[in-house]
């Protein structure tokens, strides 16, 4: 049984599209030194699409590049409200929909842990050790962290969020993620369009069962930190 490793990203809705590109990149050399036959899958969920160049960069170092075209009700978050709020849904969006598709097709079955990045971090083999040696069977998260003080709050994000620099799972919690996404979304749609605010880490704190989360405290200390390379 192996790891999968998926990493979210949305290089084209950075204002700076090479260093979101070598953000992405910067993460999948690093999955690289701890997993060098891992299977890494992008999913890019950019409001406008990936330029051939950008394909051929990232497919060079991943197994998979799933596009997730945005729906209508995306689109109308950001030319009525902003790119910020449109991302986070998007973000969302596009898991529900990744994952439902791996669900669908059972393409985890030789899987055990799935982990996933932000892009633009890091994983060293202590933090990977620490996800592949738990046998909870439970979703992993760092503790999670209030809000009130956090640049989203001044949009109504107050509350617990979980960080999701790194966060992972046991593929048989696939069943439980999936809905808790879909859930998210609306979630994350009702918020927004009701001039507050909402992400992937508030969403996934209010949606997955508390009892069904295993707490590793250190779990994201690292995941930025440059010399994350052991």
């Known amino acids: 049984m192996s790891t999968a490793f998926i990493i979210p990203c949305a290089i084209n809705n950075s204002r700076d599209t090479e260093l979101a590109l070598n953000q992405v990149l910067h993460t999948l050399q690093s999955i690289h030194r701890v997993a060098p036959r891992a299977n890494i899958a992008l999913v890019e969920y950019s409001l406008k699409p990936l330029q051939a160049e950008q394909k051929n960069s990232l497919l060079e170092a991943s197994s998979l590049l799933a596009e997730y075209q945005q729906t209508q009700r995306i689109q109308e978050i950001e030319s009525q409200y902003d790119m910020l709020r449109a991302d986070a849904v998007s973000a969302i969006a596009s898991l529900a929909w990744f994952f439902g598709l791996c669900q669908r097709d059972n393409l985890f079955h030789h899987t055990k842990d799935i982990v996933i990045l932000q892009a633009g971090a ?24 209030n809000t009130h003080h956090d640049a989203q709050a001044a949009l109504g994000s107050t509350g617990m969020r979980f960080n999701t620099a790194i966060w992972s799972l046991p593929a ?3 069943n439980n993620l999936v809905p808790a996404l879909w859930q998210s979304l609306e979630h994350a749609f009702d918020r ?20 069904e989360i295993f707490y590793i405290k250190n779990l994201c200390q690292h995941a930025f930190t440059p010399s994350n390379s052991n």
């Open 122 to 145: 890091s994983i060293d083999r202590t933090t990977l050790n620490s996800i592949e040696d738990n046998d909870s069977g439970k979703f992993i998260f760092s503790p999670p962290e």
């Open 172 to 174: 048989e919690q696939l």
């Open 192 to 211: 927004i369009q009701s001039g507050s605010y909402s992400d992937l880490g508030l969403a996934l704190y209010k949606y997955i069962d508390s009892s």
